[in-house]
């Protein structure tokens, strides 16, 4: 029998309850947008998707718990993450002050995972309570990669894929730079991208934000 030979990268979200994670992790999969109820416990999709280059990877994404009481059990699906996505609400503070705690815990089983920070919700931009310069600050102290996406709108989610895919899987060197991407499992090169917000939305009669 012939080795399977196929890319596949295991992607994990993380963050505090409320922050539109389960919403993006959606968007990333399905390509639509859905309110859902607080993730218990995890869960996970498979999807072949394209990298930069043409060459297709198996992403496994994994949707984790918020919630306090369930921090212990999700821990161990952390190990063998090749990447973090740690999510927050641009509209919320407090989500984007916890949110190192939740990376901490997903580095700590996974070392050598590439961390993307996303600052969810920009088509609530007009109430935003993290500015996009202090977020960015804090990802390129800690060598993470950041952007900010909208799973209503589906705002550079897709941006997103690319980004986890090319960061975590061999890419030909650029052309611009003749600079290769970094190897699997590495956070070398792992970058600030400015990508700009879209503009703000008028508040919504009813229902989420996510």
């Not at 984790?64 to 009481?69: M, V």
């Amino acid at each position: 029998m012939e080795p399977d030979t196929r890319l596949g990268i295991k992607v994990v979200f993380t963050g505090p309850p409320g922050c539109g994670k389960t919403a993006v992790w959606n968007v990333a999969i399905n390509g639509t947008f859905k309110i859902f109820p607080a993730t218990v416990h995890a869960d996970f999709l498979s999807k072949k998707i394209e990298r930069s280059d043409g060459v297709p990877v198996w992403v496994t994404m994994w949707d984790t718990a918020g919630q306090e009481c369930f921090r212990a059990i999700i821990a161990g699906y952390f190990r063998g993450a090749n990447a973090i996505v740690g999510v927050f609400d641009i509209t919320d503070r407090d989500t984007f002050t916890s949110l190192a705690d939740f990376v901490a815990e997903g580095r700590e089983r996974a070392p050598d995972a590439v961390v993307v920070v996303i600052g969810n919700k920009v088509d609530l931009a007009h109430m935003r309570a993290v500015p996009t310069t202090e977020a960015a600050a804090y990802c390129e102290r800690n060598a993470f990669c950041y952007l900010e996406t909208s799973a209503k709108t589906g705002h550079n989610v897709a941006e997103m894929m690319k980004l986890l895919l090319d960061e975590t899987t061999h890419v030909a060197p650029s052309p611009a730079t003749g600079h290769a991407r970094p190897p699997l499992g590495t956070t070398a090169g792992i970058r600030v991208i400015d990508v700009p917000e879209p503009p703000p939305l008028p508040p919504p009669a009813r229902g989420c934000g996510c």
